[in-house]
Every structure is written in C-alpha cells, then in structure tokens.
C-alpha cells in the first residue's frame, strides 16, 4: 500500500476546520475523565431540550416572525416529504366515486372515496345536513389510530351535522378499510424511511388537503369557513394541516402534540406512531408549527394523565405559542383545555370544541353546555358494514398498501460522461448532504483538548499510544495508534474502524491480512465497543436520534471526521496521507466521511451493504445505516465514485449495485490516460 494515488481534493468543510493544536503537548491522564459523560441517552435528552427550548428563539416582534415564517413553512413542507406533490399549484378537484347514502334524521351520509393521487383511494363518509339554504361551515374531521376509523368516531361527524356543519370524516392509509403502514420505523424495522425522508404524516396531509379540495367544490360547503379537528394520530394531523393550508379558518387538536424535550425525557416517544414527528431535518419542534397556525382559533385539548403526551409539556407549548398570538395581538385566539384522564377525549373537551367552532365559523356564541355532547348511545351507532365505503371491492389499482415506495421521490443514477459533470454532481451531494442529513453537526466544533491515555513500547516496532479527545459536546472518545514507523517522522495513517459486537482481535486481523507498512489507529465511534449501549436500546436510540435531526450512522460520521482531523495534528501523521479501513455497516459510515473530509487518500471496504434503502430488525438490533434524507439524492454505492481520485479498494466480492461506481471511475481512469489506481479488487 506504498504507492497510493495522490488526492487531489475539495477544501475541507468549516465544520472539519484544522485547529490548530500542537498534540505534542497533551496533559497525561491520570484518573476517570470528568468532563465529558458519553451517554447517549443525555445526550438525546440535552439535544431534544435545546430544540425545544430554541424553537421560537429570536422572535419578540411581529416583523421577527413574517421575516422567517416563510422559510419556517418550506421546511415543514419538506420535513413531511410534500415537496413532490402539488401542494402550492392549483389543483383540479379529486376524482370522487359515491357508493352509497344512507338517509339519517337531519342529515344525511354519502359514503364515498377520492383520489388524492393517481390510484391513492381516501375512504370518506360526508356528513351532509338536510334543508340547506345557503352554503355551510364545513369540518374535516381526521381520525386517530383506532382500527375501525370511521365507525369509531362517526359521533363526532354526526354530532357536527346536526349543529349545521358539513363534516367529512376522512380514514388514514393504516386503519382503514385498505391497512397500509404507519409503523415503519415503530414495529416493522422499516427505519430506510428516515434515509428516504418519508413519513407517513405526509401522506395523510395530502388525503386531507385534497379532502379540503373536495369540500371546497361542494355546493352546500361555504369554502371560506372550514375547520379542521382530531384526536391522537388526528390531532396532529390538525396540527400540521391547519399550519400548511390557509384554508383552514380554525383548528382544534386534541391529545395530539407535546414538546421534543419531554418526548425524550420520559420516553414517550417509544409509544409514538411514525406520523407524530416529521422528519426533523430542521431541528423543529411544535411550538413552531403552532407558530405557523397563528392568529387562526387554536383550541388544544389535552388530557392530563395522557400516557403519550405530558401535561406539563402542552403547558409548555401553549405558553410557547401564545406569545405568537400575542405579538399578532390575538391571545384570545388560543385556548388550552384540560380534562382529567388518560389519552382520550372527555365531555369537557368535545363540547368546549363544538362551541369553539360554532364561534369562529358559525359567528355566534353559544356555551360549550348548550352546543352538548356527542350521543354513543348503541342504537344511534351505525355498524362498520353500514358505513362501508368499498361495497364493490377495493379500486384494483389502489397503492395504499405501496404508497410509502414512492411518495417521496430518490435519487437516480445519474449519467456521467466527464470528470466537470462528476464533480458538479458530487458538489450538489455534499451541499444537500450538509443541510439535510448533516444538518445536527455542531456549526463550531469543541476544542479537542486532548489526552495521552496510555503508552506502550512493547508492541512492535515503534509501540502504541492512546489518545482521548473530545468529539462533539458531551462525547470524549479514543483512538489507539499502532506506530509502525518511526512516530519523530510524518508518515501515512491508516484509521480502522472497529465494528459493533466485534469479537477480541477482529480489527486487528483484518489490518495484518493487509499487510500495509503504515502507521495503523483503530477508532471506536459513539455506538461501538467503550462508547456504546446495550442492545435492547438500539430501537429507542434511532428513533429517539431521528426525531432530534440525525442517526447513528450520522453521529458517526461526524466522530470519525472529528477523529481524522485529531490525527492529523500529531507528530508522526502526514497530514496528506490519512487512509480509511472499514467493514460491513462501518464502511457507510467510512465512505460518507470521506467525501465530507475530500482529503482522504485511500479507503479499504470489506462486504458493504448494497444500500441504504433496506430494512432493518424490528427491534432496532443489526446495522444503523439510515441517514436522513440521504436518498433523495445519492445511495452508498454512488459514493466510491463520487470520492474520485481517491483511491477506493474493496476486498472481497461487491455488491452488483457499485457498478456503476466502477463504471464511472474506469472512465475516469481512461479519460486522465492514467493507471487504473482509484479502485481496486482484492479476492
């Protein structure tokens, strides 16, 4: 491995900047570090909490807001994965297909379904009132995660059409009479949806903005006064609705949203659907959303010994969010409602809700007693057969089931014919890279303040030495440097990325079979061996991770940056010649890093994953390669190629999926007339 082609690079990142310091020069550790606690669980938490404490920060004028509210909405749209869908556009109305009414006292029901995509169904019941004069307040009314949607809650339709609403009670792609998914990440392992930005909450923003269009077309609906309500998986859906369509005049969420921090510190996260946070690219939380919705009637009805929400924590949003509402001088427009209990509606908040929305669409005042309660009495109930939407069967071509593989549009191969077009395009990768799947990376790095932790001269020839160093706030790792040359001369650095649940010696095995004459460092990132976590944790660490705007595989990429840039203030390392030795998952976090840092000489890969777009465990256990966003615009084996000139070698066979790597860099080989250094094989 003498002979490595030389790089020639990008400037490396500011996030990667050298400090400057003179390793030479380090305190001696002599007792159990203190400063830093490299737990990953407080670190969440403290994360979590500065998302939380930091959503509204800088906001104490009218003119703060509106000059930020526009970028604050683009991002919500992002973060629900609604960039590919007409959210902005005029739309025509939805195809409509009405299968049924049935005919109540008062009202009645027209059982129908929408396409709100090509061939993606939205199962419907209108609740229509009788003897219409003029055109009604209309309610979309979203329902929560109870296995018969609309049967469960058809009291609150019914309820809503008897005090003179329209009410379309829409069903969610997972309980209704087609089961799709909403638990990807919660029970299926399905944790690629983070690396492909989607989140179920998306597609049901969409069925419910389209549900709006189809009301908006109705005769009997006044599209100037329409509402928008829901409990649980429905409640924040009326959250993210009311925020993006300007439509909705007023909104009442019900046991819906709580705050990131709490989420974490209690853990009630754990019992969370996928839909209830967006991909949280931008570090966001729902004082923000609750920001968007501002100066429309908020109502927020939250139980206070909800299992899944903390009272204490919509205290807090609401706190948070009023002082929007004041400063467009409209406090008034938000209420907070506690009942007593669990995660549930109460008489208290349905019929302080029905009085809201008689006040802010109907114009008129009546008391929360007056307006009533709903009536579940079982012989007014109507049976999930009577309410059926699809008495002829399921459209053919419906995609609910499937809807998750597409909704989001990823990346694709692009066609690279020059060394100009591979760089543009590798440009553009980084550049969404670093804003959308390594956005949490700390904009100014902590200061290394570096340790010896341990020196021996007994491995041979040159002996090791042990440094610490501090990697992001919160985390004190180590590399252990092998020094097979002379560490008084600058020589290359190989850095070896140990595996999670390696057995004693693998590392080192995989090194001596490589047989390099460089100086050799083996790297544990947070996740791995010292610095790691019990197993059983590993499905609340991605997903706790996910929610705070990053993962596993991106906290390691940072470590092994921060790692990089340490080693190459020490004596011994040419600062030119940093290699990278990884395998299996490792090489993901290898290659990502690589192409974040641009100076790498050389990376060696055994068995990497074919993509990043795979399942995972249901449990969480196995390899955390999920990055967000990360496939919207390139895929893990794009990036041998994309690190073009550095040498990339694979030992052992490759997934098929690098081909096009290996195309593109034996065309860029041709193209210099130069050897063909920058990939390798090796049996």
């Given amino acids: 491995m003498k002979n490595f082609h030389h790089t020639v690079c990008f400037v490396l990142m500011a996030v990667f900047l050298q400090q400057g310091l003179n390793a030479q020069n380090l305190s001696v550790q002599t007792q159990p570090d203190s400063d830093q606690c490299n737990n990953i669980r407080i670190y969440l938490m403290q994360e979590a909490a500065k998302i939380t404490d930091n959503s509204l920060a800088g906001i104490h004028t009218l003119q703060d807001w509106q000059k930020i509210r526009t970028e604050r909405y683009n991002e919500l749209v992002e973060m629900l994965g609604l960039e590919d869908v007409p959210l902005k556009k005029k739309r025509t109305r939805p195809g409509v297909k009405i299968t049924g009414i049935i005919k109540e006292n008062g009202y009645r029901i027209e059982k129908l379904y929408y396409e709100s995509l090509p061939s993606l169904y939205v199962p419907a019941n209108l609740y229509v009132p009788d003897s219409i004069k003029k055109p009604l307040p209309a309610i979309l009314y979203v329902c929560g995660h109870s296995p018969s949607q609309k049967v469960h809650y058809q009291a609150h339709a ?15 792609i997972q309980w209704g009479e087609v089961r799709g998914e909403h638990w990807g990440s919660y029970s299926r392992g399905w944790f690629n949806w983070f690396s492909r930005g989607y989140n179920p909450a ?38 993210y609705i009311a925020a993006l369509d300007s439509r909705i005049k007023a909104a009442a969420p019900v046991c819906g949203a709580s705050t990131l921090k709490s989420h974490i510190l209690t853990r009630t996260i754990d019992g969370h659907c996928d839909c209830m946070m967006p991909i949280n690219t931008y570090h966001s939380d729902f004082q923000t959303i609750g920001a968007l919705i501002a100066p429309k009637p908020l109502l927020i009805a939250q139980a206070d010994r909800d299992g899944l929400n903390t009272i204490e924590s919509v205290r807090e949003l609401h706190a948070d969010i009023k002082r929007i509402y004041k400063i467009y001088q409209k406090p008034e427009n938000i209420t907070l409602v506690e009942t007593p209990g669990g995660h549930s509606y109460h008489r208290i908040s349905r ?21 009533g309660d709903i009536d579940e009495s079982p012989e007014v109930q109507l049976s999930e057969d009577e309410l059926k939407v699809y008495v002829d069967g399921i459209p053919e071509d419906d995609r609910t089931t499937l809807i998750q593989n597409s909704f989001v549009k990823l990346q694709t191969d692009p066609f690279i014919s020059n060394e100009t077009e591979l760089y543009v395009f ?50 004190r790792l180590k590399v252990e440097i092998h020094w097979k040359n002379d560490p008084k001369k600058q020589e290359p650095l190989l850095i070896v990325l140990r595996n999670p649940n390696e057995n004693r010696w693998d590392s080192e095995a995989f090194v001596n079979s490589l047989n390099s004459e460089w100086n050799v460092a083996f790297f544990e ?78 990376l060696i890969l055994k068995d990497p994953p074919e993509s990043q777009d795979v399942a995972s465990q249901p449990d969480g256990r196995g390899a955390a390669i999920e990055m967000l966003n990360c496939l919207r615009v390139t895929d893990v084996y794009q990036l041998p190629a994309l690190l073009f000139p550095t040498s990339v070698e694979f030992i052992g066979k490759i997934p098929d999926t690098y081909k096009w790597s290996e195309k593109i860099l034996n065309k860029m080989n041709e193209s210099r007339k130069a050897p063909k250094e920058t990939i390798k094989f090796r049996p």
């Fill in 525 to 602: 990132v947070r996740g791995i061996g010292e610095f790691g976590w019990a197993p059983e944790l590993q499905w609340h660490i991605r997903r706790a991770s996910a929610w705070t705007g990053r993962t596993i595989a991106s906290m390691q990429v940072y470590d092994l940056n921060r790692c990089i840039e340490f080693c190459r203030t020490l004596k011994g390392v040419d600062p030119e010649k940093i290699g990278i030795a990884a395998r299996k998952d490792m090489t993901v976090v290898a290659m990502y890093s690589a192409l974040l840092d641009g100076k790498c000489q050389t």
């Fill in 351 to 371: 019929e302080r809700i029905f009085s809201f929305f008689i006040k802010h669409l109907k114009g008129k005042q009546v008391f929360p007693e007056e307006a």
């Fill in 202 to 239: 998306g597609v049901e923003v969409w069925n419910a903005v389209r549900g709006l269009d189809l009301l908006s077309e109705r005769p009997e609906v006044d599209p100037e006064k329409m509402g928008v309500t829901g409990i649980s998986g429905g409640g924040s859906q009326s959250w």
């Fill in 158 to 172: 019914r309820k809503f059409a008897q005090l003179g609403f329209v009410c379309l009670i829409i069903e969610t």
């Fill in 426 to 475: 590798r440009d553009s990768v980084k550049t969404f890279l670093m804003r959308e799947t390594f956005g949490a990376f700390p904009k100014t790095p902590e200061p290394f303040a570096p340790r010896l932790v341990y020196q021996t001269a007994d491995i041979a020839p040159f002996g090791k030495d042990i440094y610490s160093f501090i990697s992001e706030k919160g985390w």
